[in-house]
């Protein structure tokens, strides 16, 4: 049998999708991603997946030794593509490139594959005919794919880390809020604490009548939003409890603002406090 290897194709579709994965990975560890840096890998896994190929045109490997080799190139590749700062930053690099690799072929797999019935009704599997510029395409566009997924993964992961479970006392009246630690949030009173913004809902559950009586006192600060400038009301509780990444968070005379505005799944706008403040 005669079989017709083009070396350029090759070459160029192994560098581009190595190119790509690796750049996918190195982002999802949030490592140091120097183009020119996985470029040159990108070439080094080029190089050696070629001449493999063209290697197994004439010899024939054992299975287990093929595989050996096939995967322990693919697992040392991304650690000369990028400088991490924790050692085991290599290692999840290194499991994250092998597994965008499977996910990438699987999805070419199920694009360009497909079953021929053979004799006596088998099924053969046969691969269909890829031209070079749409692999090259799909697997670029996959790896870019991934990566915008993996951002918006992990910006869902911080937002849930800085939702927090909270309780508002106020004369002996307990209510339950959710709130979300806005680093944006730097409002403070005259005397320089910081404000917690309350959705107007909770704070007539907490206060109930009194905030109608006239006898719940209150400041006014001046407060700076996209629709302009204005005043807040800010009443002080007898405390607000943050629990939050397993510690607490205790405020006694906590000061809490009315929001004009809903503040959609959370309840209250946190201001930032640090560890060692909880």
Known sequence: MCVTVYLDLLFC???????AL?????????????IWRIALVALLGAALGTGYAVFLLYFTLPFFLDLLIKYAVAALLPLLSASFKQKRTYALCSLAYVGYMFACAGMLTALFAG????????????????????????????????VRLVRRLTKR???IAQVCRCVLVFRGNEVQARGFVDTGNRLTTAGGQ??????????LRLFGDTLFTGNT???????????????????????????????????????????GERLGEYDLILPPFTKEEQ
Request: charged share 20%.
């Open 22 to 34: 690796l750049y996918c990975a190195v982002k999802t560890v949030k490592g140091e991603a120097k």
């Open 115 to 146: 079953y021929e019935a053979g004799g006596e009704g088998a099924l053969s599997y046969t691969q269909r005919a890829i031209p070079s510029g749409l692999l090259v395409l799909s697997v670029v566009a996959f790896a870019f794919g991934a």
């Open 13 to 19: 579709n192994n560098f581009c999708a190595d190119a």
């Open 157 to 159: 992961r911080r937002v």
């Open 194 to 203: 910081a404000v917690a913004v309350a959705e107007r809902a909770l704070v």
């Open 217 to 259: 006192p209150f400041e006014r600060i001046p407060v700076r939003t996209v629709n302009g400038s204005g005043e807040m009301r800010v009443f002080r509780i007898d405390r607000m409890e943050i629990y939050c990444g397993g510690g607490a968070h205790i405020i006694e005379n906590a000061a809490v603002g009315i929001g």
